[in-house]
């Protein structure tokens, strides 16, 4: 494997975005070797970084604000009263990971690094997230005569993650913090990934890590 060095020489005409320069800045302070991947004539991961003696396969998306956000927040400077179901953009980029299958055929772990460009970072609390990759919270109601039955809550339909679905992403990671704030990772593993992503990589790293179903943190 190739040595990955702590800065990359780029072409001066690629701009980074604020949620690559804010992984950049995550990784530089937390001592990870990191490098561009090199375009290509097809689309193609953001970075390669080194945990250990593991290569990891880093693809970095943001969250920006779309028109229904801007209205929103006018309306909250307004001091109206707000209401509307926020909906889940998370899914979308887990879709939009096609650039990690190469990756993950080729027997390499992959990261699909989320950074929330919002005011408030309405898309990436853990329960979205969760919702996101695993399906709707859910229960199940049963009448018979007079009584109802509540099931406990599971996650239902609208699943991000699938065995035969995304199997590319070995773990969803959200960039939290950001440019005036401290940054770290919540990693989400994806128990259905072609490679997995071991937990013990991130060891003495301002990372949490959690095993869904279950919402299980990972404790090292």
Known sequence: MDSICQSCVCSDTYTRTISEELFVQFCAANTIPW?????????????????GNTQVICEVKQIDPNAEDVAE??????????????????????????????ASHDGRPTLLVVYDNTPIKMYTFHSDVAQAMFGRDSVRVSVSGDETVVSEPFFGGNRGLTPSQNTSV?????????PNASLSLRVYHNPYARVLLRAELFAGLPVTQFLLPGETAITL
Do not use: C, H, Y
């Open 73 to 102: 927040l006018e309306e909250l400077g307004s001091s109206e009263a707000v209401g509307r179901l926020v909906p889940n953009r998370m899914r979308d980029k887990l879709k939009d990971s096609a650039q990690l299958k190469a």
């Open 170 to 178: 070995s773990a969803l990671a959200i960039l939290d913090g950001g």
């Open 35 to 51: 490098e561009l991947v090199p375009t290509g004539t097809e689309r193609t991961p953001d970075f390669r970084i080194r945990l």
